[in-house]
Structure formats: C-alpha cells, structure tokens
C-alpha cells in the first residue's frame, strides 16, 4: 500500500467527480450494506449491554453466544401477517415507513469515512458525495423523516398513534433548533459547510476542546432528535401504548421503523464524529504515528469513534427513566436553545477579538467553554425552585356547598338482656332492654281497654 497525501477538500471533490460509474455503485451497494448490517448488530449488542446492566444474560440462544438474535427476529416479521386497521388510510398507512427510512439513508451519503485509498487501482476518498452544504443536508433529512412518523400516526386512524406523531413533531421541532445553533460554532471555525472541509479543518485539533458547550448541547439534541430514552415520548408505552406504531403489529412495516431509528442512531454518532471529533483522524497518541491518518487505518478510527456515541446511546436506555413531556420540551427551548445562542455570541465575540488585538482565541475559548460548561451541569444538577401553590379559591356565593366538615354521629348499640326465666323469649331469644317482653305488652293493652 502506497502512502497518500492529507487530502483537502478540494482535493477529495476532484477525486469523487473522477469517480467511474463502477466505483459509484461499488460504493453506493457498500454503504447499502453497512446501514443494514449496523441495527442488526445494534439490537443484539444493545440486549446484551442492558441485560449485564440488569444482571441478566440476555439473549444467548441464536446463533454464537446470542448475536444472530436480531437477524431471527427480522426473519419471524417478514413472515407475520400484515394486518391493515379498519379505519387507517390504506395508502399513506403503507408509504409512512419508508418515508421515514429513507432520509435516514441518505444521511450517510454525504459522511467522510475516511481519505484517499485505492480501490482496484482507482485512487478515491471513502465518501459517496461531497457537497458544499453537506451539513445542512444532514439537517434537512432529519428533519423530512418526521413526516414519516406523523404521516404514519395520522393515517392509523388511532388516537394513541396520533398521539405519538405529535410529540414526535413538537420534539423535532424544539430539538433540531438546538442542534442547528450547536453546529453554528463549528462552521464559523471551520468557515465551511462540507463536512470533508470540517475533518480537514482539525488537523491541529479536535472541535471537542474547543468548542465543548456545542458538543454537549449537540449530544442532547441527538438524542431527543431520534426519539430515544431518555426522551422516547412518542412511543411511551407506559402512556400511549405503542405511540405512532401502535397500529403496525409487528409487521415488515414496523420493521421499517425500527431501521430508521437505528439508522438515524448511526447518523448522528457519524455526524458528531465528524463535528468534534475529527472525522477519520486518529487520535492521540495513535496520531503520532505517521501512518495512523493514511490507507484504510482511518476507517477504523471512525468506526471506533461512532460505537462510542452508539454505546452511550445503549447506556442512557439502560440507566434513565423517561422524562415527563413538559420537562422534555422545558430542557428544549428554556435551556438549550437560550445556551446555544449565548456560546454563539461568545464565539462571535473571539473571533471579532482575535481580528482586532491578534490574540490566539483557543485559549480564551477552551476558558469560555469551560465556564459554560459548569454554568450547564449547574443547571442540571441544582433543582428549580418550585413557586409556591396559591391558596384554594373561596367558592362563589351563588353556588351554595354544604359545609364538609360535618360529622355523622354514630348509631348508639343496643344492649341486649335476657329475659326473665318466668318469661322466657321463644327460643331463648335475648330482647334489647328498650323493649318489652310479649306477656308485659299485652297487659299493658288491657290495663288500657279497661281504661
């Protein structure tokens, strides 16, 4: 293997435009492949993390160990009947899924895996497409996966699946506002759009330490962008059943589901290893080596970089109980937004500094960071002060209400005597000491008759 270059971005454009079509295909059916084979591994290895979390097995019987687990279960819904609700709207019900799969899909297309290598004698970088905006193009296609849920919560005819489509929608909404400004950041470092300029651009360092608060607010956004625990509240069982995919009873469609949430999980992970935390590029102390960023080591980087983000997301599951939807959509606009947007002007504020006097804004940065960082767990770990509960409102006057106060006196017992053995009862039966025996009742009716 013959050594290369540090490939730019110009660089790795003028390479994918000389790509045969070959090649492109090659890459599309590799990429194809990687996004399929990935939730299958996730699922298997995300049951067995949380089992040792619960100090449980997990699944141990499918193939070695318990890893073929997931491939059993795709292969038991491909083969279950699709049952189509009464009141859905046939067509939409079917297109729902695939419109949320396939943007998840076309996410991937535009993510640098690693640099120039040679594939049977075509020199080429490891990345389908390289556009100029290539990360509004993540933005934008996570955003049109929504429609796939709301469509498909719409068109079950089912109010907990509608349910779930709209607070899938409010969630998308409030959270890719967040992860937006986190990406400003970055962009204004980085002064480009296309996500090889990005990796190219922290050569000299991670994005990571630089810019710390819009890692943490972009690792939150992810998150809540792909509809996982803590924040999977559009499919919160213990509330709305199954959420928008109540109605897809485990079908092949429900399977399409549940790839583009695996999917989109290894987009953001790709997305955040690109952002801050340089892409392909090995890390410390590997990097000191002079190969470690040449050839098809730098995929492996990636892919190792990318498990990390996915094990955090298997982690959070294992360990987090759901949030309350108000206090979802609280940490949405009243937390992270208003952060995002104070670090961008703290970032605009360096530049316009390091402009003016000269001074090298990584420090100052790194420091800035730092204290917004602290002010963020600050914010997490101090709970709010609840205002206090105002006092009951007097009822009006032409509403009477009885006083609730009142007691019921209780029923005073009877005592019980027996009777006299001159009289006896009939069976021996005992007479309270109010009333009078039959003997005594009778004279008593003829003292008065003679009367």
Not at 343 to 363: C, E, H, K, S
Request: with cysteine.
């Amino acid at each position: 293997m013959k050594p290369v270059l540090t490939v730019t971005a110009e660089r790795a454009q003028e390479l994918l435009a000389d790509d045969p079509i070959w090649l492109i295909l090659l890459k599309v059916v590799a990429l194809f492949g990687f996004a399929m084979l990935m939730p299958l591994f996730l699922v298997a290895a995300e049951r067995k993390i949380v089992g040792r979390m619960q100090h449980r097995p997990g699944p141990n019987r499918v193939g070695p160990n318990g890893w073929l687990q997931a491939l059993a279960d795709a292969l038991k819904m491909a083969f279950k009947e699709d049952i189509m609700p009464a009141n859905a709207d046939k067509v939409i019900f079917f297109i729902a899924p695939m419109l949320a799969a396939i943007p998840a899909f076309l996410s991937l297309t535009v993510l640098p895996f690693g640099p120039e290598v040679s594939i049977f004698g075509e020199h080429t970088v490891l990345q389908l497409v390289d556009l100029p905006v290539g990360v509004l193009v993540v933005l934008a296609a996570s955003s049109i996966g929504v429609y796939g849920i709301v469509l498909g919560g719409w068109a079950s005819g089912s109010p907990y699946p509608l349910l779930g489509a709209v607070r899938s929608a409010a969630q998308v909404i409030s959270y890719e506002i967040a992860m937006g400004l986190s990406i400003v950041a970055v962009i204004l470092y980085s002064r480009t759009l296309s996500t090889s300029g990005i990796v190219d651009a922290q050569t000299g360092g991670w994005y990571i330490w630089l810019l710390m608060p819009s890692f943490v607010i972009f690792c939150i956004s992810m998150v809540g962008e792909t509809n996982r625990a803590p924040f999977d509240l559009a499919e919160a069982e213990s509330e709305l059943v199954g959420g928008f995919h109540t109605e897809y009873s485990s079908s092949l469609k429900w399977a399409m589901f549940f790839l583009a949430e695996y999917v989109n999980m290894v987009t953001v992970s790709c997305m955040a290893t690109t952002l801050f935390l340089g892409g392909w590029r090995a890390p410390w102390p590997l990097s000191l080596w002079g190969g470690a960023n040449e050839g098809w080591w730098p995929v492996l980087w990636f892919l190792g970089k990318m498990l990390v983000f996915l094990f955090v997301f298997v982690w959070l599951r294992g360990t987090l109980p759901r949030m309350r939807y108000d206090q979802f959509m609280r940490l949405g606009w009243k937390l992270l937004v208003p952060a995002s947007l104070l670090w961008i002007l703290m970032v605009f504020a360096i530049r316009t500094w390091r402009q003016t006097n000269g001074a090298d804004p990584a420090v100052t940065a790194v420091a800035i960071g730092i204290v917004v960082t602290a002010a963020l767990i600050f914010a997490f770990l101090v709970p709010a002060q609840r205002s206090p509960e105002s006092p009951e409102v007097d009822p009006a006057s032409d509403f009477p209400v009885p006083p609730l106060d009142l007691k019921i006196p209780s029923q005073p017992r009877h005592r019980l005597r027996a009777a006299p053995a001159s009289e006896p009862g009939p069976l021996g039966q005992l007479t309270p000491t109010g009333a009078r025996a039959p003997a005594d009742s009778s004279a008593d009716t003829g003292s008065t008759d003679d009367a």
